[in-house]
């Protein structure tokens, strides 16, 4: 890959600057919940019911995983293979879409949150940032060009 002198990778890119505002609000959420899940776990979880502080740390540690992959990995992707990009930001909205649906009918009855602690800051960002998925999965399919 050839990087012109004094301009950085993702410039050749030709992205919109809405596609950078809604990728910084996706980083912000998802390094916002790593925060909330990693750093102050007490205050999200109801630790006074065992059975269902087990199943949410079980099931927050696979999802973190998977944030954590996906931070890394996306702004790779989104370099290297712009052609790629595209299917991958697609999955990604999905994931996320598909889980906000799922916690919202399934999960939510099942276990517990405190009130008023900071995952409820998370439960109502939630649309915000499926709302700038949503907008890079558009931006990427019908205005970006692969570059040549």
């Given at each position: 890959?050839?990087?012109k002198r004094g301009g950085p990778v993702f410039k050749s890119l030709q992205l919109s600057k809405a596609f950078w505002i809604a990728i910084s609000i996706a980083y912000s959420y998802c390094l916002f919940v790593l925060?909330?899940?990693?750093?102050?776990?007490?205050?999200?979880?109801?630790?006074?019911?065992a059975t269902q502080y087990y199943f949410a740390i079980k099931l927050t540690t696979?999802?973190?995983?998977?944030?954590?992959?996906?931070?890394?990995?996306?702004?790779?992707?989104?370099?290297?293979?712009?052609?790629y990009?595209?299917?991958?930001?697609?999955?990604?909205?999905?994931?996320?879409?598909i889980m906000y649906i799922e916690d919202y009918f399934i999960l939510y009855s099942m276990i517990e949150y405190?009130?008023?602690?900071?995952?409820?800051?998370?439960?109502?960002?939630?649309?915000?940032?499926?709302?700038?998925?949503?907008?890079?999965c558009f931006e990427l399919i019908f205005i970006a060009q692969p570059r040549e």
């Amino acid at each position: 890959m050839t990087v012109k002198r004094g301009g950085p990778v993702f410039k050749s890119l030709q992205l919109s600057k809405a596609f950078w505002i809604a990728i910084s609000i996706a980083y912000s959420y998802c390094l916002f919940v790593l925060y909330v899940f990693l750093i102050s776990p007490g205050d999200v979880f109801n630790l006074e019911i065992a059975t269902q502080y087990y199943f949410a740390i079980k099931l927050t540690t696979v999802r973190l995983v998977f944030i954590v992959f996906a931070l890394i990995a996306y702004p790779v992707i989104l370099s290297r293979f712009l052609k790629y990009a595209k299917y991958v930001t697609v999955a990604l909205t999905a994931w996320a879409f598909i889980m906000y649906i799922e916690d919202y009918f399934i999960l939510y009855s099942m276990i517990e949150y405190p009130e008023g602690s900071s995952i409820d800051v998370v439960h109502l960002l939630r649309p915000i940032f499926i709302i700038s998925l949503i907008w890079m999965c558009f931006e990427l399919i019908f205005i970006a060009q692969p570059r040549e």
